[in-house]
């Protein structure tokens, strides 16, 4: 795309949902038939300086790169391929992270160690915070961070960044909206920007449109009724004893009131397979995991600091990741803080036979005892040896391994507060994992409902596997 379509993007975006809005229902609930003429959103001057400046590849070393290269918005403001960890400016190094979607980050409060679950029961725990360690302290201050990152935007240095703007486009803008000497200071136009990115994520309603199947179903059930497959699908998302899925994907109302987020913020470790060449036929492994040495470990770093484990000792912080919003993730093509699953089939199948069949998930080493058996298409592995070992929860140093989480659905839920080192009682290897195929099929429809942009006229609204 061309910087000129990039800029229409949002707009177009915009508008399709102000038309949503209006088609979906009026104050009788009653479908209208004709909307009337469109308008288009009104953005505040920050947020318009921030627009501009969100699809400006002029603010990456190599002039071919915009935060909505890897955050795009056809793609709910995610990566538009399915590869793990995207390309940086350099064209040269990829990333360490899978990009996440942007949407519906405004609600996310500031991070804590001892924050608040929106659930009003759970008691206090890492939560909050951008990023899925929780580093950055708000949406503007995140937005430089990508600036300066050698993996992505790649610019040397604030100074870099601050000249592509004063020498763009938009610089009589910005100058109008943050001051007529904002450039005679380098730290403050650089903030400024964030404070422009930070607005624009904030009111563009593209950013947050709430205009998913779910939403009508949950906000007016006009044009919204789930299929039976996706009704089922919804009932075990909530079920404490089978899936446990609401238990971090928390669906009620959040701090601001906002619903259906699917996420309470908190930091888990779910022990995902390292994404590293030990996968056969990997096609894109993190460069970073060529080393053994590196680990990461979300809140426990490498890219946060202030939780870094002593050497050799254990951290409860280690392996954490924040708990991903999962609107619109049936449109992404790469899962988890390190991309390594590519289907919401692969990640319901993870959850549920992580402990009962590691050997689907996590290399194994040693000669076992018997012949070489196929595992299923979605495994990681795709074949094991009967007696060989193991090795579980191979992203994390041995000795911070008791951070797994052993919740159902990937444990049974029995002994300790919830981490193997509590004395959880995990899911005996070989025993019959929790889900059926038929519940981790209706799981993922209901999955889909969560995807915006859902056209009540159209039809058919689901897939056919979904229907019945
Ligand atoms: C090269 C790809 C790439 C580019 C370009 C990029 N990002 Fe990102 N973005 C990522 C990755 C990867 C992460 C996850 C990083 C992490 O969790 O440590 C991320 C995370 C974020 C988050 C945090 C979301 C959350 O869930 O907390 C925000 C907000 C964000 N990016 C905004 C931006 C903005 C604004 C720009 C442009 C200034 C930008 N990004 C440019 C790859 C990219
Ligand atoms: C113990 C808390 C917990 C439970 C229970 C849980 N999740 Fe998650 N979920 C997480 C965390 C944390 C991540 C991010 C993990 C990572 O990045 O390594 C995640 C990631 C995901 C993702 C990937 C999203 C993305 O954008 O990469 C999907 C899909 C998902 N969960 C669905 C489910 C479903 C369906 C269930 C129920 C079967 C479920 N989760 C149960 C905590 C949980």
Sequence with gaps: MNLATDKLVPLVMALSVALLALTACNGNGNAVATAPAPRKQVLSMPAQVGQLAFFDKNLS???????????????????????????????????????????????????????????????????????????????????????????????????????AVQNGAYAGLFKQTFGANVFDNTDAAFDALGTAIQALETEDLSFHPYSSKYDLYVFNKIGGVLTPAERRGEVLFHSTGVTNCSGCHYTGANFNGNSGLMTDFTYQALGAPRNDRSIPNNPDPIPANDDPAYFDMGLCGPFRTDYMPAPGKAHPYCGMFKVPVLRNAATRGAFFHNGVLHSLEQVVNFYNTRDTNPEYWYPSHGDGTGKPQANPVWALQPTAVPGATVDKYNDLPPVQQGNVDEEVPMGTGEGGEKTRASGTKPRAAGSTPVMTPQQIADLVCFLGTLSDGYQPSSAPSASGRCVK
Excluded: W
């Excluded at 979607?101 to 008691?123: C, I, M, Q, W």
């Excluded at 939560?127 to 430089?144: E, K």
């Design 61 to 163: 070393s190599g002039k071919n790169m915009s935060c909505a290269s890897c955050h795009d918005p056809q793609y709910a403001y995610g990566p538009p391929n399915s590869i793990s960890v995207q390309l940086g400016s350099d064209l040269k190094q990829t990333g360490a992270r899978a990009v996440p979607s942007l949407r519906y980050k405004e609600s996310t409060p500031a991070f804590s160690e001892d924050a608040p679950n929106p659930d009003g029961v759970t008691s206090n725990s890492p939560g909050g915070g951008f990023m899925a360690d929780g580093r950055a302290a708000t949406l503007a201050t995140q937005a430089g961070m990508p600036l300066l990152n050698p993996l992505e935007m790649n610019n040397p240095s604030k100074e870099a960044v601050v000249k």
